[in-house]
Structure formats: structure tokens, C-alpha cells
């Protein structure tokens, strides 16, 4: 069993995260991590399903692969009630059954197409069941036996692999 914390995965991811933003580009991904190190991606560009759904897709593929924590990355975007503008935020999120820890940052998109995260906060705890985001690895999320096969099949056109992990490096 992995001794890294939520806490020190999410820190290193998050430097991996903004080096890919200055490059311009805001991953919308899972990464499942087991127990041995060994991890695999689930690339959600592009996946075309509702909310529901696409979180059915992410606890399947997280309990089929028998990942023991994940990171969560995605981009939402809000719209101000008052004036219409719309704005970006990453969320990235490291998640157990038992801890997580989460942040989300505004995108600022420069005229060249690198983009900057500026820091909203930051948060943690060791209730994943409570917070939507946190809670693939708990009974917040339940597949049902007749739909693994459908989630089995959106994970295998997705690319599905297990990578080893390259001399103790996630990233």
C-alpha cells in the first residue's frame, strides 16, 4: 500500500497542472493511483455524457482498476447572474476513501495562449463521502451490475491502460 498522503499527490500534480497551463492547456482528466504505483489516466475531453453519467464512468473505471486514490482535474465555468460574464476555474482534487484534498484556481488566459492560476483556496478533510468531487471512492456513487458493461466499454474506447510507475514519479 502507497504511503504518499492526497496532500503531497495533489501538491505535485498541481505544479504538473500549471506547467500544462502556461503551455495553454487545462487537462480535464482522472488519474487513478494503485496500491503497487501503478496508475492510469482517464482522458474526460470529450466525453459526451451527463453529470451523472460521466460520474457512473469515473467510479467504474476507478473501482475496476482497483485504484486506491485519485486526482481529479476539470474545468468549470460560471456565468456572473448580473452582468453575463463568464468565467473559467480549474478543480483539482486528490481523493480516498478516507481524505482529500482540493483547491480551485481562476483561469487568466493570456494573448498568446498561455494561461495563469491564480489561487481561489484550497481545502481537505477525511469526508470524501460529503463533498461532490471527492466521493468516487465511496457509496456516494453507485454503479449498478447492469451498467458495468456500458462503463466497461466507454473505458476501453477511451484508450484504457495501467501504466507502471516510472522510478517513483507520477508525473
Same mark, same amino acid.
Given at each position: 500500500?502507497?504511503?504518499?498522503?492526497? !496532500?503531497?499527490?495533489?501538491?505535485?500534480?498541481?505544479?504538473?497542472?500549471?506547467?500544462?497551463?502556461?503551455?495553454?492547456?487545462?487537462?480535464?482528466?482522472? %488519474?487513478? %493511483?494503485?496500491?503497487?504505483?501503478?496508475?492510469?489516466?482517464?482522458?474526460?475531453?470529450?466525453?459526451?455524457?451527463?453529470?451523472?453519467?460521466?460520474?457512473?464512468? /469515473?467510479?467504474?473505471?476507478?473501482?475496476?482498476?482497483?485504484?486506491?486514490?485519485?486526482? @481529479?482535474?476539470?474545468? %468549470?465555468? %460560471?456565468?456572473?447572474?448580473?452582468?453575463?460574464?463568464?468565467?473559467?476555474?480549474?478543480?483539482? /482534487?486528490? !481523493?480516498?476513501?478516507?481524505?482529500?484534498?482540493?483547491?480551485?484556481?481562476?483561469?487568466?488566459?493570456?494573448?498568446?495562449?498561455? /494561461?495563469?492560476?491564480?489561487?481561489?483556496?484550497?481545502?481537505?478533510?477525511?469526508?470524501?463521502?460529503?463533498?461532490?468531487?471527492?466521493?468516487?471512492?465511496?457509496?456516494?456513487?453507485?454503479?449498478?451490475?447492469?451498467?458495468?458493461?456500458? @462503463?466497461? !466499454?466507454?473505458?476501453?474506447?477511451?484508450?484504457?491502460?495501467?501504466?507502471?510507475?516510472?522510478?517513483?514519479?507520477?508525473?
Amino acid at each position: 500500500m502507497t504511503t504518499t498522503t492526497c !496532500a503531497e499527490l495533489f501538491h505535485d500534480y498541481l505544479k504538473e497542472y500549471a506547467a500544462q497551463a502556461a503551455e495553454g492547456h487545462l487537462p480535464k482528466q482522472v %488519474i487513478g %493511483i494503485m496500491a503497487d504505483g501503478r496508475r492510469f489516466e482517464l482522458d474526460l475531453e470529450g466525453v459526451n455524457l451527463g453529470p451523472f453519467q460521466k460520474d457512473k464512468l /469515473i467510479r467504474h473505471v476507478l473501482q475496476a482498476e482497483g485504484a486506491e486514490r485519485y486526482l @481529479y482535474a476539470t474545468v %468549470i465555468r %460560471i456565468e456572473d447572474d448580473d452582468s453575463g460574464k463568464v468565467s473559467e476555474r480549474v478543480l483539482l /482534487i486528490c !481523493a480516498a476513501a478516507d481524505e482529500y484534498m482540493g483547491g480551485d484556481w481562476a483561469v487568466i488566459r493570456a494573448a498568446d495562449g498561455a /494561461i495563469t492560476l491564480k489561487p481561489l483556496g484550497e481545502w481537505s478533510g477525511h469526508d470524501p463521502g460529503q463533498m461532490p468531487g471527492t466521493w468516487f471512492l465511496t457509496d456516494a456513487v453507485v454503479v449498478e451490475p447492469e451498467e458495468r458493461p456500458r @462503463y466497461a !466499454a466507454l473505458w476501453a474506447e477511451r484508450g484504457g491502460t495501467v501504466k507502471a510507475d516510472q522510478a517513483g514519479l507520477l508525473w
